[in-house]
């Protein structure tokens, strides 16, 4: 077996492990507080990050650790290879005991994903990609929508921001829906659920990066919203922007994202 398959199995089970473990802690009550930015953490949030750098790191101790749960560490920045995790992606549905809500676990090497896993314990979903190895759920191979026009194409985005009044080229009529988690969003639009999610604001690495592997090996294009591709493992663990869209809707969305500034 080569060592992408090893590191694949290893964040599969891991995800799962990590899945159920957040199900039995809401079940058994949730301790809540909220972070300087104001956005709620959990006791499962830290029960999950602990049971994973245990199991990651444990595992491959000569690996880099990147984790929304865990103070971050230049250390990293010397690895050639780090798992880059959200222990529960979507906290607000999960606390609120609705299914939108996952873990995602990315091998980084050299700045580029190449090995995903992003769970859903709730609805029974679990995505994985390795890079050049194609996108799954379940098991079963997934590609993204053949869609070729935005015209009543399925996006996840915040319908009040695609159709406010700072766009240069009005977007067409489009079918609008949310999904907290934003690593489940960009699974959706591997697996030609939805044809795009957009996000204009800068996106954390746990977030995105498990997503962006799977995306691509589904054949979806992902960029920030000036077309520029994402790098993971800098000293700033952000992407500026998302887009996340079938291949052929792309340079449509650029077309009209493209003149609105990058956020500081």
């Keep these: 077996m080569n060592a992408l398959a090893d590191d694949l199995d290893l964040i599969r089970e891991a995800a799962i492990a990590a899945g159920a473990l957040a199900v039995a802690e809401r079940e058994a009550g949730l301790k809540i507080w909220s972070k300087s930015g104001g956005s709620p953490v959990t006791s499962a949030d830290l029960a999950v990050d602990a049971l994973l750098k245990d199991r990651l790191l444990g595992a491959r101790p000569d690996y880099g650790w990147l984790s929304e749960e865990t103070p971050d560490s230049a250390d990293r920045l010397s690895k050639s290879r780090l798992f880059v995790v959200d222990p529960i992606d979507g906290t607000v549905a999960y606390m609120k005991a609705k299914p939108w809500w996952c873990v995602p676990i990315a091998v980084v090497e050299n700045g580029r994903p190449v090995a995903a896993?992003?769970?859903?314990?709730?609805?029974?979903?679990t995505f994985e990609a390795t890079l050049g190895g194609g996108a799954r759920l379940n098991g079963r191979t997934i590609t993204a929508s053949d869609a070729d026009t935005l015209d009543d194409a399925a996006v996840l985005a915040d319908a009040r921001l695609m159709e406010g009044p700072q766009w240069p080229e009005p977007w067409p009529e489009m079918r609008y829906e949310k999904r907290n988690a934003l690593a489940y969003r960009m699974a959706l639009v591997a697996a030609g659920a939805f044809d795009a999610t957009?996000?204009?604001?800068?996106?954390?690495?746990?977030?995105?990066?498990?997503?962006?592997?799977?995306?691509?090996?589904?054949?979806?294009?992902?960029?920030?919203?000036?077309?520029?591709?994402?790098?993971?493992?800098?000293?700033?663990?952000?992407?500026?922007?998302?887009?996340?869209?079938?291949?052929?809707?792309?340079?449509l969305i650029l077309r009209r994202t493209g003149p609105i500034p990058l956020a500081s």
Excluded at 117 to 125: K, S, T
């Design 117 to 125: 896993v992003i769970h859903a314990p709730m609805l029974n979903e």
């Design 198 to 251: 957009i996000a204009l604001t800068p996106k954390w690495d746990w977030d995105v990066c498990a997503g962006a592997l799977i995306a691509e090996e589904a054949g979806a294009r992902v960029s920030d919203h000036h077309g520029r591709a994402w790098v993971f493992n800098r000293p700033d663990p952000r992407q500026a922007s998302l887009v996340c869209s079938a291949p052929a809707l792309h340079p």
